[in-house]
């Protein structure tokens, strides 16, 4: 068998076996059929919108986009959050975001990552969409490690359900 079949193969494999691990299918959703219809454009960030990276006032200073129970969909409410970074990365190309994929307690370890991932990789494929580079965004889940609540309940899960944008800049912008 070729490297290329084998690779294949292992992947194939691999992908079966987190899926069979899952306690919940996760849906069937295609993240670039994304709710908000984000559109590329090239308007550049405003002083103000930058400023707002510290200050808390505007777009982007919110760094969370939370999703339903059990989806990697963005929703239309974080659409401006959302083109707001992606703005922010074309216009600083060593600016670098880390976008964190989170999960409420519910599920299995397993599953709860593999969700993780792809509320991380959902909001990366907008960004990118939007003008970020590929270079520029880095997608990692921690599953439901590190969750912002720890109670048993639907609005501390709601929270937790999330994916969290952390910006870096390689030099400064």
Not at 17 to 46: F, H, K, V
Not at 84 to 104: E, F, S
Not at 105 to 111: D, H, K, L, P
Not at 134 to 141: I, R
């Amino acid at each position: 068998m070729s490297t290329n079949r084998f690779s294949l193969a292992l992947c194939a494999s691999v992908a079966m076996l987190m899926a069979a691990c899952s306690s919940t299918p996760i849906a069937q959703q295609d993240p670039a059929t994304i709710e908000t219809g984000l559109q590329p454009y090239e308007d550049a960030p405003s002083s103000q919108e930058i400023a707002s990276l510290t200050d808390g006032s505007g777009p982007l200073s919110e760094r969370d986009i939370f999703f339903e129970y059990d989806s990697y969909i963005i929703r239309n409410e974080y659409r401006m959050v959302v083109q707001a970074h992606a703005r922010l990365l074309r216009k600083y190309p060593n600016l670098n975001v880390l976008i964190q994929g989170h999960a409420d307690e519910r599920g299995s370890r397993e599953y709860n990552l593999a969700l993780g991932q792809k509320r991380a990789e959902a909001i990366k494929k907008a960004l990118l969409i939007l003008g970020a580079r590929e270079s520029q965004v880095e997608a990692v889940s921690l599953g439901e490690e590190k969750n912002v609540c720890a109670q048993s309940e639907e609005t501390c899960w709601s929270q937790n359900r999330r994916g969290h944008i952390l910006h870096k800049a390689t030099q400064e912008f």
